[in-house]
């Protein structure tokens, strides 16, 4: 048991790809983590981080330990807070992956009073854009659309089917004219939203009759959050691609128009997923099933 001294620390590290923030997650004095780590690389007799004087990234041999030994270590760990958690009051802290828009518009309304019935339950969100590997991340779940969830995850609905908007200001569509086919957006100026995995804009995707499109289009902004790409679009900057449910309320009170609504489809809704091996949390099930999304789900219906 004392190799697997200083593995945490080493992966917290790899995954941070800093020593200063894993320091600050793991509460521990940078030299003393620093001390840990040379000593788990003297005991192994490899060299397992390449430190210079702006980063931190694993070796090669770094990278095998990173991608064997830690989905293995959060399996021992999801299974001693199994341990921990067969008493009488559930309890257990969870990561979730997921982006603004989810969080707010869906998580967070249902998660509010969960978390009020059951306060030894903590719940950490991070935002994030990026195709994540929840696994190899340290998550215990993600949201994604379902069309996108991985086959070997287990996807549970939060949403029944939704789709997206393109909208634009009153004052947009007094200087510029209404497009009223996908190909025409790349005459307007529209705001793009940049997504990490891709490392590219999101190219906005119709469907009409069959006919399936991807428009890339371009304008003055880009933004990496939809929040902003909607702000963007109250004040005139251009055309926006958004979920229908944000641009319900700025459509109702006439601060947005909607066009090319024939050519938006609907997509499988939004489902948190996770690994198999959560099953086995009483506290992390009792999560799932909160979130879950049921038809009469009023604060889900609409989108």
Known sequence: MAELDGLTEFLTVARERSFTRAAAKLGMAQPTLSQTIRALEDRLGVRLLIRTTRSVSPTEAGQRLLQVAGPRLEEIRAELATMRELREKP???????????TVDYILWPKLAPFLQKYPDIKVEITIDYGMTDIAASGYDAGVRLGGVVAKDMIAVPLTPDSRFAVVGSPTYFECNPAPTTPQELTGHRCIN?????????????????????????????????????????????????????MAAPHLEAGRLRRVLEDWCPYWEGYHLYYPTRRQSSPAFALLVEALRYRGSDKATQSL
């Open 193 to 245: 939203l940049r997504l990490p995995t891709y490392g590219n804009t999101y190219a906005w995707e119709f469907e009409k009759d069959g006919q399936e499109l991807r428009v890339r289009v371009d304008g003055q902004v880009v933004f990496n959050g939809i929040f902003q790409v909607l702000n963007a679009a109250l004040d005139g900057f251009g055309l926006a691609f958004i979920p229908e449910t």
């Open 91 to 101: 309890a257990g802290s969870f990561r979730i992956s997921a982006i603004d828009f």
